[in-house]
């Protein structure tokens, strides 16, 4: 019922330990059906070796399972909030790399240096508030969900498909899953490339306006002229 879904999720998930976001069993891929309200994702604590479309869960935007057997991803409630709050993306990664969790347990947004990360949004990366311990102990991943949702106020989900969720680790999105993971790779390099600047210079400058907007808009402007037509 959900072949195509569910091997879109595993083949996202794949990614996860091929690009270099995560060992173990850490870090999870969605793809999101919109039309049936329900995404496919990784079962809970199950190794990237031992994966298979099949092994992969159907659940609806409430959290329910719909299809598959044993349990969802610990963080299947934040991937819910998200598609809930955010209803046209198409897929979810969170991931445990190293540089943006570095940003995220130091609560502080990844800042705009250089044109590589103006090639993919105009603003700093931002950084959710640190949950309250009310929040903690009500429901933490549906908590960190609404943490996220909150911090995007204001942002376009569109331009800023990526954040750091204070003390915890970066969440993105995008059109598919592998829009997703592809916009937690380019995050983790981003993310190190800020760490050596302020490494190396501690008083490095933002990257200027008029910087910012030739390198976002030759790739995402009416006039984009990047890549091949």
């Given amino acids: 019922m959900f072949t195509e879904l569910k091997r879109e999720a595993y083949e996202a998930n794949l990614e996860i330990p091929r690009q270099g976001l995560a060992i173990y069993t850490f870090g999870n891929v969605s793809a999101f ?11 809970s604590g199950v190794p990237y070796d031992r994966l298979t479309p099949d092994a992969m869960i159907v659940v609806d935007v ?32 969170h991931s445990h790399s190293m540089y943006a969790v570095a940003w995220a347990q130091a609560c502080r947004e990844i800042p705009i240096l250089g044109t590589t990360h103006a090639d993919h949004l105009t603003a700093p990366v931002p950084v959710t508030r640190p949950m309250s ?43 598919t899953a592998h829009k997703a993971v592809y916009n937690s790779r380019v995050l983790e390099e981003i993310a190190h490339m800020a760490y050596l600047t302020e490494t190396i210079n501690p008083a490095a400058p933002p990257l200027k306006d008029t910087l ?18």
Wanted: include cysteine; hydrophobic fraction near 35%.
């Fill in 62 to 93: 409430d959290g329910r399972t719909v299809e598959g057997r044993g349990r969802p991803s610990s963080d299947t409630a934040t991937h819910a909030v998200l598609y809930r709050a955010f209803g046209d993306i198409g897929g979810i990664c």
């Fill in 133 to 175: 311990d009310e929040a903690i102990e009500r429901n933490y991943e549906i908590e960190t969900g609404r943490q996220i949702v909150e911090r995007m106020r204001g942002l376009d989900h569109h331009e800023v498909e990526m954040i750091v969720v204070a003390c915890h680790g970066p969440f993105t999105w995008g059109g």
């Fill in 212 to 229: 910012i907007r030739k390198h976002y808009l030759r790739k995402h402007g009416v006039d984009a002229y990047y890549g091949q037509s």
């Fill in 33 to 43: 059906d919109a039309a049936r309200g329900v995404f496919a994702i990784k079962p």
